[in-house]
């Protein structure tokens, strides 16, 4: 059977939840027992989400095949819990730079190469290439900026193809878009949204549904306004009003008959069966809005003015909380301000510090590690946390006063974290990191082994430096083991103090890993640690 195609567009203003919409869609269409994946369009010229600052773009998600990728694919693998691969985010580069090669091939036989066809042609094709190799019946397009953005338009125009080439019942355009409430007036305003669909429109897109973010569940009033300058019915303009989990989004969804109008477009009336699954979804929901008793979490970082700079680890812990039927609350405190205040981490039932580069907050990062390590306080390091946890016991416990990483200070005396051989000759900053999901040895009788119940691992990495396994013996000789390793015992991945009521580090990110009603484990033995 043919794949149905669903494309999510954005208009208005950039920030309105589009990917959580797409993967609230792709959520439903699953539990609908349709095989379904999403993917990212992003029209920036970066090659991917790798160099970007996460303060400006959110975090930088890592797919189990070594992609860097926008954050929106963390939300779809979330929502559908299955993996998703580095090629479901597409982005300008990619698109130009394959479109260039094959020019300089000769691919194009000695043609003009144009916007139209040429790159719109490759836009489709890998679309389709993603539905055709994983055997789709729906796959969920989500086209990132606001309509009516230059960078845009290409990448509109090849999901306006594809809808002429696949046919009315073929593919179904979703329009996100905002209706404000103005405190004064108290009513809901859809001018935005007429604006934005006329964009639309101009650009050859007549949108089959609208959803329309708001504050309070749409008025059918409003409705009917945007059905009428819209040329969208009524019934097929659905609320999106603030909820208090995203993941609650799909029921809100649901209950305003979205799945029933995605079928009757598609063709495939009566194919709905889902009631086993939502029962399954309802429980994981449900387990994520009660929590009996609060657990107080000190999230130590770099990046902090931003919550979606971290938006995984903020879900792995909510995931962990939920699983022990606690409620999760996170501070997030700037390691950079942290230096001479770090007594204010003693009220927190758990100290957290995420990954992160470069030698700004580096020291309160240090300082905070030390702390949870003296007062007893669980702490869990990633990352850049676990290469910065093993420096301040170096540093406090095995005496070497300027330990250090030589990412923040290449003179160092002792590196204890250093640079990966493998970099030593790498120039491109892009793309080129210790990348991906790989295999880890974890060793017996460790609390590493109780915490993940296994021999062997594989977690997903994103890093450029690593521990310096001179120093392994001293660390063990003063209390602190190396407890997994991976690639033949050349690199260590975790870390613990076993004399400590929890003190936890690891190399790789085992927030990307974390599900809803699946905590990773580690977050899960970190907020058990902090709950008692």
Known sequence: MQTKFIFVTGGVMSGLGKGVVSSSIAKLLQLSNQK????????????????MNPIAHGEVYVTDDGGECDMDIGNYERFLNQNIRKTHNITTAQIYSSVIE?????????????????????????IRK????????????????????????????????????????????????????????????????????QELRRIGIQPDLMAVRCTTPLLESTKKKISMFTNVTANDVFSCHDVKSIFMVPQILFEQGIVDTIFTKFGKVGMINSAANWDSWNRIVQSMQHGEGEIKIAMVGKYVTLADSYVSVN?????????????????????????????????????????????RGSEGIIKTANFAREKNIPYLGICFGFQLAAVAFGRHVCNYSDANSTELDPNTTHPIVDLLPEQKTVSNM????????????????????KTYSSDHVARRHRHRYEINTKYLEAFEKNGLIFSAESDNSKRMEMLE??????????????????????????????IRASAS
């Open 430 to 449: 892009g793309g080129s990191l210790r990348l991906g999901a790989h295999d880890i040895t974890i060793k017996q009788n460790t609390i590493a082994h």
């Open 36 to 51: 379904v994946s999403c993917v990212k369009i992003d029209p920036y010229l970066n090659y991917d989400a790798g160099t």
């Open 497 to 526: 103090i076993p004399s400590h009521k929890f003190y936890f580090g690891v190399q790789f990110h085992p927030e990307f890993n974390s599900r809803p009603g699946f905590p990773e484990e580690s977050f899960e033995a970190f």
């Open 315 to 359: 879900h792995a812990l909510k995931h962990a909380g939920a699983k022990i039927g606690k409620t999760i609350t996170i501070d997030w405190i700037d390691s950079e301000g942290i230096n001479g205040n770090v007594d204010i981490l003693s009220k927190y039932n758990g100290i957290l510090v995420p990954g992160g580069f470069g030698s």
């Open 130 to 197: 993603i539905a055709e190799d994983e055997k789709l019946d729906m796959l969920v397009v989500e086209c990132g900026g606001t309509v009516g953005d230059i960078e845009s338009l290409p990448f509109l125009e090849a999901l306006r193809q594809l809808r002429l080439e696949e046919g009315p019942t073929g593919v179904i355009f979703v329009h996100v878009t905002l209706a404000p409430s103005l405190d004064v007036v108290g009513e809901q305003k859809t001018k935005p949204t007429q604006h934005s669909v």
């Open 102 to 126: 094959a020019e300089r091939k000769g691919e194009y036989l000695g043609a003009c190469v144009q916007i139209i066809p040429h790159v719109t042609d490759e836009i489709k094709r890998r």
